[in-house]
């Protein structure tokens, strides 16, 4: 299981079926991400009696830009989460935002969030996660190194405490 972050409302098309797209207004509060805050990416946890070990990325918010996008209809993949393929995610990924039907197809404002990459765990095998987001000291296709920057949107993103 992917966790969102505090900064949208975007649902999870592996985990939902579905996904909506990310209200412009929630980044315009004096809530909203800056330059210089700490985000967490966090993948798994999944479970009520056993959990799922928890595996994140945690960096520094380097620069913020919004995008014009097109939400167009969410892929769909006719198989169960834990045979999803890093083909798969980078789909899921790329297809951010999208909706479920034709009539929600519009043009949307998207916030992207260039990450300075300060920290993470990831599993490296299949014994230790499934191959998600997160594997193999990878984002998706990208190699994770400390100070390397990643862009991502930042509705997969929530605020993380920053460390001394």
């Known amino acids: ?12 098309l592996a985990l939902s079926g579905s996904a909506v797209v990310a209200d412009a207004r929630v980044f315009e509060s004096a809530d909203a991400p800056a330059v210089g805050d700490c985000v967490l990416f966090r993948e798994g946890g999944a479970g009520l009696i056993l959990t799922a070990p928890v595996y994140w990325l945690r960096g520094t918010i380097a620069g913020l830009s919004w ?15 834990a045979a999803y393929t890093r083909t798969d995610w980078l789909r899921i990924a790329a297809s951010t935002p999208c909706v479920d039907s034709d009539a929600d197809v519009a043009e ?23 191959a998600g987001w997160l594997f193999r000291g990878q984002f998706l296709d990208q190699k994770l190194e400390k100070g390397g920057v990643i862009d991502m949107d930042a509705t997969w993103l929530q605020r993380c405490e920053v460390r001394q």
Request: net charge positive; charged share 20%.
């Open 67 to 81: 995008q014009r996008r097109l939400a167009s209809r969410c892929p769909r993949l006719d198989k169960p989460l």
């Open 1 to 12: 299981m992917i966790r969102l972050g505090s900064w949208g409302v975007l649902g999870v």
């Open 108 to 130: 949307v404002d998207v916030l992207r969030v260039l990450v300075s990459v300060d920290g993470w765990e990831t599993p490296w095998s299949h014994q230790h996660g499934t």
